[in-house]
């Protein structure tokens, strides 16, 4: 049972993680043709500045769920490097729970986010807003349970964490 949640939760980063490098192209793409537009045909394309601000949103939030799996984010380690093994899985399990909590305001505040935008449309993006802050929940849910697992995981001293992750 372990082995197959660790392929879907490993196969749901690494699908998260094409879907960044992808974002990061297109970001590139969007703002390439900005300056191309501004510069060489003297012409705005404000659909190109909308989409580059979505394409960035996107990428910040989905590279951070990515990171929870893998343990990826910055942390203090001065005073968990010194305590024995037990001390550590029990400092490293709360920080997990802290993140779980976190991500569940989030994905709460993410929904009421949504809701309140949908009626809105970018200027030059015939898209409800809603439909691109939908990010925000759908981020926060997969964050919530990455490190819910990662806090069961430490709890029961099934490993350290994630299957990537070290120490």
């Given at each position: 049972?372990?082995?197959?949640?660790?392929?879907?939760?490993?196969?749901?980063?690494?699908?998260?993680?094409?879907?960044?490098?992808?974002?990061?192209?297109?970001?590139t793409?969007?703002?390439?043709?900005?300056?191309?537009?501004?510069?060489?045909?003297?012409?705005?394309?404000?659909?190109?500045?909308?989409?580059?601000l979505?394409?960035?949103?996107?990428?910040g939030?989905?590279?951070?769920?990515?990171?929870?799996?893998?343990?990826?984010?910055?942390?203090?380690?001065?005073?968990?490097?010194?305590?024995?093994?037990?001390?550590?899985?029990?400092?490293?399990?709360?920080?997990?729970?802290?993140?779980?909590?976190?991500?569940?305001?989030?994905?709460l505040?993410?929904?009421?986010?949504?809701?309140?935008?949908?009626?809105?449309?970018?200027?030059?993006?015939?898209?409800?807003?809603?439909?691109?802050?939908?990010?925000?929940?759908?981020?926060?849910?997969?964050?919530?349970?990455?490190?819910?697992?990662?806090?069961?995981?430490?709890?029961?001293?099934l490993?350290?964490?994630?299957?990537?992750?070290?120490?």
């Open positions: 049972m372990r082995i197959i949640i660790d392929r879907i939760l490993s196969g749901l980063e690494k699908t998260m993680q094409t879907l960044t490098a992808v974002l990061i192209g297109l970001l793409l969007f703002v390439s043709w900005e300056a191309f537009a501004r510069f060489v045909l003297h012409s705005g394309q404000f659909w190109s500045q909308e989409a580059s979505i394409a960035m949103s996107w990428i939030l989905i590279g951070a769920a990515g990171a929870v799996w893998f343990g990826g984010h910055i942390s203090l380690t001065l005073i968990v490097d010194r305590l024995p093994a037990l001390g550590k899985r029990i400092l490293r399990a709360f920080s997990d729970l802290v993140v779980a909590a976190f991500s569940f305001v989030l994905f505040t993410g929904l009421t986010l949504v809701d309140a935008t949908m009626d809105g449309t970018w200027s030059s993006i015939p898209i409800p807003i809603g439909y691109t802050n939908m990010i925000v929940p759908v981020t926060a849910a997969v964050m919530c349970l990455f490190s819910t697992v990662r806090f069961l995981r430490r709890i029961l001293g490993d350290d964490a994630s299957a990537g992750e070290e120490g």
